[in-house]
Antibody, heavy 117, light 110 residues
Framework: EVQLAQSGAEVKKAGESLKISCEGSTYIFSNYWIAWVRQMPGKGLELMGM????????KYSPPFQGQVTFSADKSISTAYLQWSSLKASDTGVYFC??????????WGQGTLVTVSS | QSALTQPASVSGSPGQSVTISCTGT?????????VSWYQQFPDKAPKLIIY???KRPSGVSDRFSASKSGNTASLTISGVQAEDEADYYCCSFTDSRTFVFGRGTKLTVL
């Protein structure tokens, strides 16, 4: 069974930086795109973009371009989502998900990010 | 890319069939047979229940079925049960070579 394990909840202040992680296991991590999905409190799912760990090719959804950075270290089967300067509006749960056959077949448990102003 | 349109909520009594619609455009749902559906319980990760319009992953109940006509996809839950009460999201591949989610539908089992 594919597993994606995300890093734990974070509490930060506006202006701080943050990097959260998503570690894949039981499959060849390099061969599948990893998507990052935001869910703001009480709201729906928003695709932030994706990264291909094999070559670190990235695709950002327009609202998130320039706001976050995706990276990956295929040697340790881990993808990252990074902010350089958090805003209160970044508060939410962030999921990573594996893209397979043009669907998102496996999901991490989510990382809650709370940003206070 | 605008979110796909879903009803905010649907409800049904146990044993009834419930259908959730997902309306997009000719740039997504209408062109690609790459619509998927996800079930999400409170404070849990989404779970894939339908992919490629109407295919069920292994282990997903056959009470879940789905289809597509034109720009609208639909998820039907037959014989709805209390355990089906959750949020449901559709998702489609798009002309921009990316994906767009629906706004989500809350299913209430009466």
């Amino acid at each position: 069974e594919v597993q994606l394990a995300q890093s734990g909840a974070e509490v930060k202040k506006a202006g701080e930086s943050l990097k959260i992680s998503c570690e894949g296991s039981t499959y060849i991590f390099s061969n599948y795109w990893i998507a990052w999905v935001r869910q703001m409190p009480g709201k729906g799912l928003e695709l932030m973009g994706m990264i291909y760990p094999g070559d670190s090719d990235t695709k950002y959804s327009p609202p998130f371009q320039g706001q976050v950075t995706f990276s990956a270290d295929k040697s340790i089967s881990t993808a990252y989502l990074q902010w350089s300067s958090l805003k209160a509006s970044d508060t939410g749960v962030y999921f990573c998900a594996r893209r397979a056959d043009n669907t998102f077949d496996s999901w991490g448990q989510g990382t809650l990010v709370t940003v206070s102003s | 890319q605008s979110a796909l349109t879903q009803p905010a909520s649907v409800s049904g009594s146990p044993g009834q069939s419930v259908t959730i619609s997902c309306t997009g455009t000719s740039s997504d749902v209408g062109t690609y047979n790459l619509v998927s559906w996800y079930q999400q319980f409170p404070d849990k990760a989404p779970k894939l229940i339908i992919y490629a319009v109407s295919k069920r992953p292994s282990g997903v109940s056959d009470r879940f079925s789905a289809s597509k006509s034109g720009n609208t996809a639909s998820l039907t839950i037959s014989g709805v049960q209390a355990e089906d009460e959750a949020d449901y999201y559709c998702c489609s591949f798009t002309d921009s070579r990316t994906f767009v989610f629906g706004r989500g539908t809350k299913l209430t089992v009466l």
